[in-house]
């Protein structure tokens, strides 16, 4: 396993338009995370699977975003009538429940929404 | 709410050169704190994670120390290379009703000049 993958890479869409974001963990890793990146921010969390429990939520996950892990593999992360304002990098990470709980984050995929 | 300030926001120096890079956090309440590089327009690569009853970690030329109780971290990175020029970012790791989460910094935007 060489890692966590995410697809797309690059992703550009119209205003309004729905986008989905899939990111497959390291295999063995039961938790795994979305966060969102700005230009010259760093990451902030979005939500958190551990296996295909949805445990926690932020605030910045409006109604129009939704992720799902259903079989504790792979996530995807849905939003719906995209905004100019959701152009970002949203990155997966994953990790194996351990006292270390060390995350391996994937490459991301940047969201351009005009 | 853990907020997590780098400073300073850019650095340039000589190849060769030692260096440090701070970070300060508001919540002293935390589980552990890891550094990442991140490269432009990529995810982010872990490079040491402390938990929180240690004082310091070491990876080859890089050294991470943590003081919990005044909320600060250090990242010194000894001779500094070409391949060292990234953003290096802090988070903070936190335990929150069963769940883990991380709090970034900004990020330090470190420039190594041959």
């Known amino acids: 396993d060489t890692g966590v993958s995410q697809d797309p890479r ?6 309004g338009q729905n986008v989905t974001f899939r990111c497959d963990p390291i295999s063995e890793h039961n938790r ?18 551990q296996n295909e429990a ?16 259903p079989k504790g593999s792979f996530s995807t992360l849905e939003i719906q009538r995209t905004e100019q304002g959701d152009s970002a990098m949203y990155l997966c990470a994953s990790s194996q429940f351990s006292q270390q709980e060390t995350q391996y984050f994937g490459p991301g995929t940047r969201l351009l929404v005009l | ?9 850019a650095l340039s120096v000589p190849e ?17 704190l890891q550094w990442f590089r991140q490269d432009p327009g990529k995810g982010l690569t872990s490079l040491l994670l402390i938990q929180s ?30 391949g060292d020029s990234a953003t290096y970012l802090c988070a903070v790791g936190t335990i929150g009703a069963g769940s883990y989460q991380l709090t970034f910094g900004k990020g330090t935007k470190l420039s190594v000049i041959p």
């Open chain 1, 10 to 15: 690059h992703k550009i869409t119209k205003r």
């Open chain 1, 32 to 49: 795994l995370y979305w966060y969102r990146q700005t230009l010259g921010q760093g990451p902030e969390f979005l939500t958190y699977f």
């Open chain 1, 54 to 69: 949805q445990l926690e939520k932020s605030r910045l996950l409006s109604d129009r975003f939704s992720a799902e892990r």
């Open chain 2, 1 to 9: 709410k853990q907020e997590v300030t780098q400073i300073p926001a």
């Open chain 2, 16 to 32: 060769g050169e030692n260096l440090v890079l701070n970070c300060s956090f508001t919540d002293s309440a935390i589980y552990n």
């Open chain 2, 53 to 82: 009853s240690q004082r310091e970690q070491t990876s080859g030329r890089l050294n991470a120390s943590l003081d919990k109780s005044s909320g600060r971290s250090t990242l010194y990175i000894a001779a500094s290379q070409p």
